[in-house]
């Protein structure tokens, strides 16, 4: 994890920039000579490279090397599925012209949004799964609008928030504070949208690697661990050691690590937006 010396300097965490090891380095040098030579591949379109560096530079090669153990053979098949997986998806279709037109509606029966950051800078994201009402929510949208909508908040994240972080903290900000609320859930409720949370987990596992800083389950009830035996398998084993699972009483674990005035005063904290934090995409990406 980061550090900070005794001057009050930030110290990059290994296996980050400016803290790799000559091993680590070459395995990024390699991966992107590698990336560069690599042209109409069944994974790019006729002269284009699989290499885009404007969009992922020596930082984005490095969360595709450190999920794969920095193995510059898996980093690149890794890399190279993500290329293909854009293009079928149309990622940059969905960033240019995606609108969420009903995104006030979907809120009223799974909230989903950012709101502010926590105490190390990090985007703070949270989830509502305990009021989610499948029947209402996919009256007024649709699981492939919804995985969408995902992509379109990563890809923001990725461009917006994650750099306005960066700016705000003084150093590089790589990661999210989530927090998945089960009060109120439903095992059937949660059968009945499963598909959306195992392609949801698959596309931030296989296509935002190293992402994920903190991830709080909360108002977890007795039966969640009949749940998370289905989810765990499907996340591997760096992911599963970042989850922290806490029942009700949570609130304290919580304001160690998000400020007060930036955690909702519905899960402890004492921040009320104007127009609710679910909807205000409160933080420093939307500072005028």
Not at 227 to 234: E, F, G, L, R, Y
């Given at each position: 994890?980061?550090?900070?010396d005794?001057?009050?300097?930030?110290?990059?965490?290994?296996g980050?920039l400016?803290?790799?090891?000559?091993?680590?380095?070459?395995?990024?040098?390699?991966?992107?000579?590698e990336?560069?030579?690599?042209?109409?591949t069944?994974?790019?379109?006729?002269g284009?490279?699989?290499?885009?560096?404007?969009?992922?530079?020596?930082?984005g090669?490095l969360?595709?090397?450190r999920?794969?153990?920095?193995?510059?053979?898996?980093?690149?098949?890794?890399w190279?599925?993500?290329?293909?997986?854009?293009?079928?998806?149309?990622v940059?279709?969905?960033?240019?012209?995606?609108?969420?037109?009903?995104k006030?509606?979907?809120?009223?029966?799974?909230?989903?949004?950012?709101?502010?950051?926590?105490?190390?800078?990090?985007p703070?994201?949270?989830e509502?799964?305990g009021?989610?009402?499948?029947?209402?929510?996919?009256?007024?949208?649709?699981?492939e609008?919804?995985?969408?909508?995902l992509?379109?908040?990563?890809?923001?994240?990725?461009?917006?928030?994650?750099p306005?972080?960066s700016?705000l903290?003084?150093?590089?900000?790589?990661?999210?504070?989530?927090?998945?609320?089960?009060?109120?859930v439903s095992?059937?409720?949660f059968?009945?949208v499963?598909?959306?949370v195992?392609?949801?987990?698959s596309?931030?596992?296989?296509?935002?690697?190293e992402t994920?800083?903190?991830?709080?389950?909360?108002?977890?009830?007795?039966?969640?661990?009949g749940?998370?035996?289905?989810?765990?398998p499907?996340?591997?084993?760096v992911?599963?050691a970042?989850?922290?699972?806490l029942?009700?009483?949570n609130?304290?674990?919580?304001?160690?690590?998000?400020p007060?005035?930036?955690?909702p005063?519905s899960?402890?904290?004492?921040?009320?937006?104007?127009?609710?934090?679910?909807?205000?995409?409160?933080?420093?990406w939307n500072?005028?």
């Amino acid at each position: 994890m980061a550090t900070t010396d005794i001057k009050g300097e930030y110290q990059p965490p290994p296996g980050y920039l400016g803290n790799l090891s000559s091993e680590q380095q070459s395995a990024l040098d390699q991966l992107k000579k590698e990336l560069k030579g690599q042209k109409e591949t069944e994974f790019a379109l006729e002269g284009e490279d699989t290499f885009v560096e404007s969009r992922m530079g020596d930082a984005g090669l490095l969360r595709f090397l450190r999920a794969r153990k920095f193995n510059v053979a898996a980093s690149k098949a890794m890399w190279l599925a993500n290329e293909k997986w854009r293009k079928e998806f149309g990622v940059d279709e969905i960033v240019k012209s995606f609108d969420y037109h009903e995104k006030a509606d979907v809120d009223k029966y799974y909230p989903q949004f950012y709101h502010k950051v926590d105490k190390d800078g990090r985007p703070l994201y949270i989830e509502r799964l305990g009021t989610l009402d499948i029947d209402a929510l996919y009256s007024v949208t649709t699981p492939e609008r919804q995985l969408k909508r995902l992509v379109y908040e990563y890809e923001k994240s990725m461009t917006e928030r994650l750099p306005a972080c960066s700016a705000l903290v003084g150093h590089p900000v790589s990661t999210y504070c989530t927090i998945l609320d089960l009060k109120d859930v439903s095992i059937r409720s949660f059968y009945r949208v499963k598909d959306y949370v195992m392609s949801a987990a698959s596309i931030g596992q296989d296509h935002y690697p190293e992402t994920m800083g903190k991830f709080y389950i909360i108002n977890a009830p007795f039966l969640f661990t009949g749940v998370w035996s289905v989810v765990k398998p499907w996340l591997d084993e760096v992911t599963v050691a970042k989850i922290q699972v806490l029942g009700a009483k949570n609130k304290d674990v919580l304001l160690a690590q998000i400020p007060e005035e930036n955690l909702p005063k519905s899960l402890g904290g004492s921040c009320q937006c104007s127009e609710g934090c679910s909807l205000s995409d409160a933080g420093p990406w939307n500072r005028l």
